[in-house]
Structure formats: C-alpha cells, structure tokens
C-alpha cells in the first residue's frame, strides 16, 4: 500500500527519537488525563459507585462483597453477599491496593485509572508509527486517541472502561506480534492479556474470535504460499502449539476467578450474564417477578424481537461512530479499507465484527445501555490510526480534481484541523457533563452532586428510625457509597411486588425519586395511595425533583 513503510522498517528497533516521542506521549497524556480527573471527586454513575465499593471492602480486608443488592438475576439470600457474579472484578482489584494504601477515597481510587488510561495514545502512536513510519501521523493518531470525545470523562474513573480498553487494545496487537515474528512467547502474551480483559468485562471472552480467526489465516495463508516459498509454512500444530499457550496465559488469570466463583457457586461463571440475552426491556434486568427464558422471549414475537435487533443495531452503530464524533468516520473507513491487507489490523477486524454482531443480535438490550460503549473503548487506537491516513486519501482524491488545491498542504491543513475539532468538541462535551449545574447560582460541577441527595435522606432515617435495617432505591451502590447503609433496589414490579421484595430482606423505608419505575408513578405525584405505604418526609433534591421517604407498614 502506498505510504506504509517498508516491511524492513517495521520489523526495526525504535530510533532513539521514537522513543523520546512514547514518553512523551505517555507523560502529556497523563498530564492530561490528571487534569479532566481533578474536577471528579466522587462517582458520578451506577457502575462507577459499584467498583468502589468493592474495592473499599477489599481495602477493609471483608473480601469480593457487597451491602447491597442492585438487581435480582439470582436473587441473593440475604443484603450483604458475595459481589460480582454479574460485573467482573479487575476494576475493584485494581482500586484495591491504592485505597489499602493512601485511605479509602475516590482520589486514592483514581490513580491507577489515570496512569493506565495515559497507555492508550502510546498504543496508537505505535500501531500507527509501525504500519506507515510517520512521525506525524503516529503523533496526530495519539492526540485523537487522547480526546476521544465520548470517553474523557470517564478514563479516570473507577469502571472497566480503561482497562478493559488497555488490555483488550494490547491483545489485539500482540497477536498480530505473534504472527509478524513468529515468536511464541507473544501467543503467551495474548493469553495474560485475555484473561485480562475477561477478568475487567464479561465480554472478554469475545476476543478468542479475533486469535482463532488470525491462526486460521496463518495456517491458511502459509499452506497456499508453501510451494513457492517453503520456509514460510507453518504447520498446522505449530498454530495449535500458540493456541495452547494463549489458553495457558488465560487461565493463568482467570483460573483464579473460576476457582473462586466453583466454590461459592458451583460453577466458573455465573448465569447472571446470560439471562440477558433473553431480556424484553432493558428494565426487566431489575424485576423481582419476570422470568427470563428463552420461552417467555419467544413468546415476545418475532415481530417485537426483530424490531429490538433493528434498534440495537442502530445504536451500536452510531456507538462507533460517535467514538470517531461522526465526522471523522467517513476518513476512517476510508483508512480502514486501505488497512484491509495489512496483518496490523486483521485481530482488529474480526474484533471489531465479532463484538458488533454480539452485542446487537446476543446482547441486545445491555448494548444499549452502556455495554457497547465500554467494549469499543478497545477500538479506538485502530480507528484513529486509520483515520489520519483516511483524511490525506480522501483529500488527495479531491485535490486531484481541484487544481486550486495544493495536495500537500491541503493535507496537512485537514489533518490537523479535523483534529482540532474532535479535540474542541471532547473539551466541550466533557464540560458539559462534568461542569454543568441545574443550579445557576451553584458552583460545585454537576458530576460532584450526583445522588448527594442520599446524605440528606439518611439524615432523616438517622434522626427518625431505629436499627440498619435496608433502604429500597433507585441506586443502591450510591447509597451505600454515601451512608455505608444497606440497600436494595426498587424491583421493576407492581407495588405488592416490591412489598414482597421488602418483606423478603427487611427494608423498612422505601426512597422515592423522580427516576422511578413506571408502576409508582401515580404515587410519586399523588394521585394514588397505598395502604402499606405511609408517606414520612418528602424534600427538594439539587435540581428541584422530590424525593419522598416512604415508610413500609407491616
């Protein structure tokens, strides 16, 4: 392909000056990355919330638990109970040591998200420096990857989004190491790698996709080219010989986990995960009563399936596009059809598809609630690394048929200022979500006063009932992460459903927010009363919506 360096080069050691640039990239994106993370003093979202508060109790030395119960796939029996059969643990075990360490505080929960999130403009800067040689599309690869747009304000945070996306992002690249060189130790590599990216999200596993379609590709590749150049094949054992290795790597991580999860259990993984897939509303995941099964989803209809796959499909799409903020997406497919024959990007392909196709027709209602966004955060060095050269092919097939147009420095002059625009539109985006207020006199960023309302409404359970007894909310990790009490969420059943989920683990108050399930919406706005529902305090959170503090009759 024109432009790419020579294959020479690419099997070459860095110049020294290559290496001057990955440190730099490195320390500027962790200057960065420490910035955006200042104005972030607590969790901002559900997920967020949830890692720390394992990581806390790992800190405390009480092990993988929780105080809490946020949805009901397998029904704990009792509030406190092991943690994560649902979500996977390396976020919390990653916080782990820092809150061991320095105190348990958000800030100490920070730290090694910020300096792992700093790898990943390193990891463009050398995809895209080992396929075309250019410094300057290696550096403007980097600066993309640092700002993308949807991601910034969450690199910092404790949640699988950084990670996941080092690990998963480094995989991709190690296997095609393993094939370039043809050295076993990168199969191995892989396989750590995996295990880590399993380990951050249960759609790791997806990744085995990407090495078994490669080793089929090699083993493929080198059996038609073997005649003419016999030094080149490689035997169908050989692959097999990686394949073992990567499985060694994976269960040298996970192993672990699964030993762990055998014993509480009885089996590696949970089924939590997989009673999803049979999910007719995202909201199901928190009813008390719905049975997920494959025969009350075919019971749905074909009709209402299809269209939930329909949907599912947009949104991933524009997931990724929206990675890229749609305007660099039409130079990077053009980048990433010019890729199409170099061995960098084929992990990244069958990737890329494996975890659309998943995510869209398997996981269709957790993709659209945030799956699909933490997932692709993997993608984005190889999208940006097809993006700058997709800018300059696109460019140049315009300037040639413009004769005002000077080729090269119409080139330069788009590189660098579509980058500018993703760059200004990443800096707006993370102000708006992180700086704006409901209140215009307040000057506290909004991302520090999510669910502090929680303080206020232990304040009166403090001062008016006796005992620990649960609280039901709408986000029990928030809760316990403010008040260390216990808590459960409100089941997305009707309100004798909820009384039965009450009366099962003790909760005595139950918290009413403006987010709340359809079936109390008449309470909520008086319309409507309930005889074992007595209204105790209702006040004004920040923003204006009410919050109403119910006390459950027995």
Known sequence: MTGCAPDASNHRDYHDHRVRDLLAVFLLGLAMRTLVALPQQQPHYFDAYYYYNVAENLSLGRGFVVDFIWNYLQSPDTVTHASNLYWMPLTSIIAWPFLAILGASYRAAQIPFVLLSALLPVIAYYLSYRIYGRR????????????????????????????????????????????????????????????????????????????????????????????????????????????????????????????????????????????????????????????????????????????????????????????LQFHLAPVAFVGLWQLRRRKEHVPFYVYAATLYLAMTLVFTFPST?????????????????????????????????????????????????LTVVLVTISLFEYSRAVFLSLNPVAIEPLWNRANTSYLTVQAWLDGNSAGDAPVMVVDPPAYYYFTHRPAIVIPNDDIEGIIEVADRYGADYLILEYD???????????????????????????GGSAIQIYRIRR
């Open 136 to 323: 300057d599309y290696a550096l403007l690869s980097a600066t993309l990857t640092a700002f993308a747009p949807f991601y910034l304000r969450y690199w910092a945070s404790p949640d699988n989004f950084t990670p996941f996306a080092v690990a998963a992002g480094l995989s991709l690249i190690t296997i095609y190491l393993g094939w370039s060189k043809r050295a076993a130790r990168y199969f191995l590599f892989t396989g750590l790698l995996f295990g880590l990216s399993h380990l951050a999200r249960a759609d790791g596993i997806l990744l085995w996709a990407a090495l078994l379609a490669t080793l089929v590709i090699i083993w493929l590749r080198t059996r038609t080219t073997s005649n003419a150049h016999t030094h080149q094949e490689i035997p169908f054992r050989t692959c097999l010989f990686w394949l073992l290795l990567a499985v060694v790597g994976y269960l040298a991580i996970m192993g672990p986990w699964f030993y762990r999860n055998w014993q509480l259990i009885g089996a590696p993984l949970s089924g939590a995960g997989t009673k999803t897939i049979f999910l007719r509303d995202y909201a199901d995941i928190f009813s008390y009563s719905k049975e997920l099964s494959l025969q009350n989803y075919l019971a749905w209809g074909w009709g209402a399936i299809l269209r939930s796959k329909f949907s599912a499909a947009v949104h991933n799409l524009a997931v990724i596009l929206g990675a």
């Open 369 to 417: 609630h945030a799956s699909m966004l933490h997932s692709t955060g993997a993608l984005l060095p190889f999208l940006f690394v097809a993006a700058v050269p997709g800018i300059d092919a696109v460019v140049g097939w315009i300037a040639a048929r413009r004769r005002t147009w000077h080729p090269r420095t119409a080139k330069r002059f788009f590189r660098v200022g």
């Open 516 to 542: 709340h399930v359809a079936f109390l919406d008449p309470l909520y706005h008086g319309d409507a009363t309930h005889h074992l529902l007595d209204l105790q305090h209702a006040f004004e959170a920040y």
